[in-house]
């Protein structure tokens, strides 16, 4: 037996032989045959044969899926429709001289590469739509047909080392028992799919493809990632135990969702949502998502050759604030730094980025790009419940500079008569150990706080989160970490403002108790954890845990990971620490 793992993004157990699937190889030479003119003209009949052929897509997934999730194809046909997409392409025939598939597979690696170096999950996924769009391209400018290969065999799970929403999209669900990918990540298209279809779903699989033959027999669990070859009666069991709890529990979690994120002795604790784009927000509100607690507002600046005007801005945060109701939208202000690749910024590459101009430092700079911003987002406050993010404030002149300048903006608005929340909520990102230290004082200047983790935890202990060398010491249940933690909620507390925390640690099920009794007051979370988030709110009690955290930070300095979780599981009597 050989045990795999990776990350469980569709849930249930999946059992069965597999089916490797692999997407017919495309070959093309670099000199085109034929005059600039007729190259463009192959262009420009591939992007019409690719927009009609995603449209009759969309109204397949529309059927099958649901507008939501249909709705993931309408922005490739936006991508094919975007003139400067089209442009670099037909820049680089002209300019090159070369034939059209090697210029849209140059553009592509262009495209991909500004995603790929990004540390934004969701951003970083976008790769694969570029993929998907840039392939069907080609096809098209070579009249290939569809490969439809995984649909031609028995149930099976299939194997594959990529699989684009295309690919997915196609698959007949009744003939696939699950989906094993050794890339991707849980907030890619094909993720997001997959979970709709309600097919169970691992990726990001290290060797996947080197460690399976075709005749092997495979058992899996789509929520923790765990992937078993050739596993033993012991194991099989198990997961089929697993299984059969699982369709037990669909009838109380439905229950439950209706409470929303509850404890068990009644304290509320919304459970938000990470979003970069609308179609995020209409998965996360059909996840039972209590509004967003982190809208990521990079994504409108990439894959650009300017920045997106005000009106642009304006039209993507009414629309999300529109879909959202009452439902708060946090629109965190332009995060961006020189490690990514937005030329139009001037982002200069810096040895260390993560302590370079980046975030609010860049933005004080561009104060006429910033000012952009915050007039579009003051003006989508009149259509919902908007709130203001400022990431990495690490000084009170940085955090009085741009509320001033929001302040601005406001008046600005007020003279050309255009409506807005002129009492916006105002927030910062607690993300460096100077806001932990400082928040007493910030709280008194702030409506509420969102607490980065993943940030928080890397500059705290001075680790690149990214190096695997140094792994051992990226620990969210390191103590330090912690007690900066309730540091800034209690402080927070002391000025009647609330705590949001986001990042792996809202995700992470062990700490979640523990984070609920130090008085943490929403978590917002990435869209595949919202309803597991919320069944663990449901299992803590709230007073239980409160009494508890005390006696875990005066003794938790002395303690290795694995005994503080061997502390904190005896400490929950009445949660169900199966899993853990």
């Known amino acids: 037996m050989i045990k795999l793992k990776g990350l469980g993004v569709s849930p249930g157990i999946a059992a069965g032989h597999p089916m490797v699937y692999t997407p017919m190889p495309i070959a093309y030479t670099k000199e085109s045959r034929v005059s600039v003119k007729d190259e463009i003209a192959r262009l420009n009949k591939a992007v019409e044969n690719s927009i009609a052929e995603i449209k009759s897509l969309y109204t397949k997934a529309k059927a099958k899926l649901g507008h939501v999730e249909a709705g993931l194809f309408e922005a490739q046909i936006m991508m094919l429709q975007d003139?400067?997409?089209?442009?670099?392409?037909?820049?680089?025939?002209?300019?090159?001289?070369?034939?059209?598939?090697?210029?849209?597979?140059?553009?592509?690696?262009?495209?991909?590469?500004?995603?790929?170096?990004?540390?934004?999950?969701?951003?970083?996924?976008?790769?694969?739509?570029?993929?998907?769009?840039?392939?069907?391209?080609?096809?098209?400018?070579?009249?290939?047909?569809?490969?439809?290969?995984?649909?031609?065999?028995?149930?099976?799970?299939?194997?594959?080392?990529?699989?684009?929403?295309?690919?997915?999209?196609?698959?007949?669900?009744?003939?696939?028992?699950?989906?094993?990918?050794?890339?991707?990540?849980?907030?890619?298209?094909?993720?997001?799919?997959?979970?709709?279809?309600?097919?169970?779903?691992?990726?990001?699989?290290?060797?996947?493809?080197?460690?399976?033959?075709?005749?092997?027999?495979?058992?899996f669990d789509g929520e923790s990632g765990e992937v078993y070859i050739n596993p033993t009666q012991d194991v099989l069991r198990k997961m089929m135990s697993i299984k059969k709890k699982a369709m037990a529990q669909c009838r109380i979690v439905k229950e439950q969702e209706r409470i929303h994120g509850t404890t068990r002795d009644g304290r509320k604790i919304p459970v938000l949502a990470n979003a970069a784009s609308l179609n995020d927000i209409k998965t996360a509100l059909e996840n039972g998502a209590e509004g967003i607690g982190l809208f990521q507002t990079e994504y409108m600046f990439l894959g650009r050759y300017q920045c997106p005007t005000e009106q642009e801005q304006f039209d993507i945060l009414k629309s999300a604030a529109l879909h959202l109701g009452e439902r708060p939208l946090t629109v965190r202000t332009l995060d961006i730094g020189s490690d990514k690749r937005v030329n139009y910024l001037d982002?200069?590459?810096?040895?260390?980025?993560?302590?370079?101009?980046?975030?609010?430092?860049?933005?004080?700079?561009?104060?006429?790009?910033?000012?952009?911003?915050?007039?579009a987002i003051l003006r989508a406050s009149a259509s919902g419940a908007v709130r203001i993010m400022f990431p990495m404030i690490c000084t009170l002149q940085e955090l009085r500079e741009a509320k001033q300048l929001l302040e601005e903006c406001k008046k600005e608005l007020d003279t050309e008569g255009i409506p807005c929340n002129k009492d916006i909520s105002v927030g910062m990102t607690i993300e460096t150990p100077a806001a932990a230290l400082m928040s007493d004082i910030f709280a008194r200047e702030c409506d509420f706080f969102s607490i980065d983790a993943d940030n928080l935890l890397q500059y705290t202990l001075a680790v690149d989160r990214f190096n695997p060398s140094v792994q051992y010491l990226y620990s969210l249940f390191q103590p330090s970490f912690l007690r900066l933690v309730q540091k800034v909620v209690d402080n927070a507390h002391q000025s009647n403002i609330k705590v949001c925390i986001c990042g792996e640690a809202a995700q992470e099920k062990r700490l979640l108790p523990v984070l609920i009794g130090m008085g943490v007051d929403e978590f917002s979370v990435n869209i595949p954890w919202i309803r597991t988030t919320r069944e663990e709110i449901w299992e803590t009690d709230y007073e239980d845990v409160q009494k508890w955290i005390p006696e875990l930070f005066s003794i938790a300095t002395d303690m290795d990971v694995e005994q503080f979780l061997e502390f904190s599981q005896d400490k929950l009597p009445t949660a169900s620490n199966e899993g853990y």
């Not at 094909?190 to 097919?199: D, Q």
């Not at 810096?350 to 000012?371: D, P, Q, T």
Request: proline share 2%; net charge neutral; charged share 30%.
């Open 347 to 375: 982002l200069h590459k810096e040895e260390n980025a993560y302590l370079g101009r980046r975030a609010i430092r860049h933005c004080l700079e561009r104060r006429e790009l910033f000012k952009t911003q915050l007039r």
């Open 83 to 219: 003139e400067d997409f089209i442009t670099k392409i037909e820049e680089e025939i002209v300019t090159n001289r070369i034939n059209g598939e090697w210029a849209i597979a140059n553009v592509r690696d262009y495209y991909v590469s500004v995603f790929e170096s990004l540390d934004h999950e969701y951003l970083k996924e976008r790769a694969q739509d570029i993929k998907d769009i840039a392939g069907r391209l080609i096809k098209h400018m070579q009249k290939r047909e569809e490969n439809a290969s995984a649909n031609k065999r028995m149930r099976s799970i299939v194997v594959a080392r990529e699989l684009t929403p295309s690919d997915t999209a196609y698959l007949n669900s009744e003939m696939v028992l699950g989906l094993l990918i050794e890339a991707g990540g849980c907030t890619s298209l094909t993720s997001t799919l997959a979970r709709t279809m309600g097919i169970p779903t691992v990726v990001g699989i290290p060797r996947l493809m080197e460690s399976i033959q075709w005749n092997e027999y495979i058992a």
